[in-house]
């Protein structure tokens, strides 16, 4: 039997912002762009919480539920560096521990913690050990397998610690709505509601056949799942997975139905994933192209690439051609996003085509170029003509 930790960051931005400004201690904190602009809310203090305020609200609902909130601008590197301490605290109690998110991680122990109450005793330690070294709290879950952790750390925020037994499973897992199963989201989750599937225990009862009919091959995994049956290994730190899509969206300072403001934006989208896809030294073999409307409605559409690229020029025709296809438009924009997927090391990539035309040597040179400038001046440095206004 394994014994799995999941531990999960208190209101991870926002606890470190107060850390590191104690004035704030004690007061709804939320840490977003400022509520003037179109920004969302990445994470706010449970003095916040108390309003119904979450991650992923528009800043601006968030200062009308709390308009005594502190509004805090977001630091990456700051927050990086926190996670980093946490990941060599955590790296201390099992070597086999695997970094989530930047505020989550999972941690397999020896068997040697299987008996009663010793694995209390490890997450409570866990969790003290951090809050003595970085003044941070966390949530602890343990249980047999990762989503079972992963429910149990969010069962008693925050400074929790929950244990999910196997003989407790069934009772913990079942009364819960199904989007809390691990690999239902959004869209499968309304299939399923529209179905009569509302509680976990409705999904678990349902055969495995009817699944698979409806869902394919994720049909059977759902239905493990509902179990409780959960085989993912947690993986040591040292195994560094591959990034399966590298993207990047943009919320538009106003809604927008301007095609020219709108095909430059996504002039910029192609140009900023490809110069990432280099920077990560990686091709791609898909894109998709994301639009947010004014209402939230979100919709998508993806396309596949005749080659292997990371080619701006490559990008913004294929990101074209998708917004064609969404056309006409239902209403102003809010959102555009564009990633990228189905990513292969740029030697393997490489190594599949046979030849390259004078063309594509022109665009390899010019985009080697383009690097070379961002490396030494930044980001911002060099833009192609058509991505600017």
């Not at 505020?103 to 003290?128: N, T, Y």
């Amino acid at each position: 039997m394994r014994t799995i930790f999941h531990v999960d960051m208190d209101a991870f931005f926002a606890s470190v912002e107060v850390l590191c400004n104690p004035k704030l201690r004690g007061k709804p904190v939320i840490v977003s762009g400022s509520p003037e602009t179109r920004s969302v809310v990445s994470s706010a203090t449970y003095e916040a919480r108390k309003f119904g305020i979450r991650s992923g609200m528009s800043a601006v609902e968030a200062r009308m539920r709390c308009p005594q909130a502190i509004f805090v601008e977001g630091n990456p590197k700051k927050y990086l560096y926190y996670s980093m301490r946490i990941q060599e605290i955590l790296f201390r109690f099992s070597p086999q521990m695997e970094p989530f998110s930047i505020d989550e991680a999972f941690l397999e122990v020896a068997p040697c913690w299987h008996q009663a109450g010793r694995v209390e005793s490890l997450a409570f330690q866990i969790k003290q050990t951090i809050k003595e070294e970085l003044f941070l709290t966390a949530s602890v879950g343990a249980a047999a397998n990762k989503m079972m952790a992963k429910i149990g750390s969010k069962m008693n925020k925050p400074d929790g610690v929950t244990v999910i037994r196997p003989e407790q499973t069934q009772k913990v897992l079942w009364s819960l709505p199904v989007e809390k199963i691990w690999g239902v989201g959004e869209k499968t989750s309304k299939a399923l509601n529209d179905l009569g599937v509302v509680t976990v225990q409705d999904l678990a009862q349902i055969p495995v056949e009817w699944l698979i009919r409806v869902f394919g091959k994720n049909g059977e995994a759902l239905r493990w799942l509902a179990q409780g049956i959960d085989p993912t290994p947690v993986k040591y730190f040292d195994e560094e997975e591959p990034p399966k899509s590298l993207g990047h969206d943009i919320t538009l300072e106003k809604d927008s139905g301007d095609e020219q403001v709108l095909l430059q934006t996504l002039c910029y989208l192609a140009d900023k994933v490809a110069s990432r896809l280099r920077r990560e030294q990686y091709k791609a073999g898909q894109l998709t192209l994301k639009i947010k409307y004014s209402n939230f409605r979100l919709r998508t559409s993806q396309m596949p690439l005749l080659n292997y690229s990371n080619y701006d020029t490559d990008f913004f025709g294929i990101a074209q051609t998708l917004w064609k296809k969404m056309l006409p438009l239902e209403r102003g924009v809010r959102m555009l996003g564009l990633s990228a997927s189905k990513l292969l090391p740029i030697e393997i990539a490489n190594a599949q085509q046979t030849f390259f035309d004078a063309e594509e040597k022109k665009v390899v040179g010019l985009c080697q170029a383009i690097d070379r400038i961002r490396h030494r001046f930044g980001q911002t440095a060099i833009a192609r003509g058509r991505c600017i206004e």
